[in-house]
């Protein structure tokens, strides 16, 4: 298509100044009968720039008629697509559970300057995102009763079906194993019922806002309660993460948000308060 391109003007890959160059792209990308977008067009970029080094090398031009910018090659984006992914090692994902977000001494102790909040809430949180494989919406939007934890049980494992939270709202099946619902437990004895009682008065002041549930029904799977003065009821799985942040149970000891992970005024945490943990435990762990 640039040899074509270049004919038409009467030129060939000696002659095209960066000028003929960045025409052929803005009509690549703006002009043509079907146009391409910018990662199509970074990947034609790439083999225009290697057809010049190599005709470069073998003695044909000088070298590419285009400028280099200071990001890089002006023909291409200058957006970089490689991922740079990079696994941690088990010893790493532990100071980082542990160390980051637990507040423990790098060598397992207790360190008693830590100011953190909520660190079993934090850890528990962290593991049962890597026991499972589930998103931040989709682990971050859990309620109680997908894990069989209403009512005070505590089963072993749990099998959660995902749709309105999961990725594209595709339903799938998530299986929580033993590991991940045993470092729940310290967070729902220790620190959650504490949250709850320190919100009641919050709560209360917004009921009139708030997806009040009566009772759970069909085996933890459906919640009935009122909704904007409504009575209601909703299938759990298909509830979005701005009603799940809403909900909350009635209990003889006052409002409970359903919410697995709760913060200060028993609401659940948004994606930017988990960003803000996660950045603490990056400060901390280098400290």
Avoid at 201 to 213: E, H, I, K, N, P
Wanted: charged fraction near 30%.
């Amino acid at each position: 298509m640039l040899l074509n391109f270049l004919t038409a003007r009467g030129l060939d890959l000696r002659l095209a100044t960066e000028n003929d160059v960045l025409e052929f792209r803005r009509w690549r990308r703006e002009d043509a009968e079907e146009t391409v977008g910018e990662a199509t067009w970074d990947r034609d970029a790439a083999a225009i720039g290697g057809l010049y080094d190599y005709l470069a090398q073998v003695g044909h031009v000088s070298g590419r008629p285009w400028r280099a910018t200071g990001r890089g090659e002006s023909l291409g984006s200058g957006v970089s697509r490689d991922p740079r992914v990079r696994h941690m090692e088990l010893d790493q994902y532990l100071f980082f559970r542990d160390v980051g977000f637990g507040g423990l001494q790098p060598g397992g102790c207790l360190d008693l300057g830590f100011r953190g909040w909520r660190p079993h809430r934090n850890r528990s949180a962290l593991e049962l995102a890597l026991m499972t494989g589930m998103r931040i919406q989709e682990w971050s939007t859990l309620l109680l009763p997908e894990l069989g934890l209403a009512g005070g049980s505590r089963p072993a494992v749990a099998d959660v079906d995902l749709a309105a939270c999961a990725k594209y709202g595709r339903p799938r099946s998530v299986y929580v194993p033993r590991d991940a619902m045993e470092l729940l437990e310290p967070y729902l004895l220790l620190e959650r019922s504490g949250i709850v009682a320190t919100a009641q008065r919050t709560l209360r002041r917004q009921v009139r806002d708030l997806f009040v549930v009566q009772r759970i029904e069909g085996d933890g799977t459906r919640v009935r309660g009122v909704l904007e003065g409504v009575t209601v009821t909703r299938v759990i799985k298909d509830m979005k993460p701005g009603l799940r942040r809403i909900t909350v149970l009635e209990t003889s000891d006052g409002l409970d948000p359903l919410a697995l992970f709760i913060g200060k005024g028993g609401r659940m945490l948004t994606g930017s308060g988990w960003d803000r943990i996660r950045w603490r435990a990056w400060k901390r762990m280098k400290q």
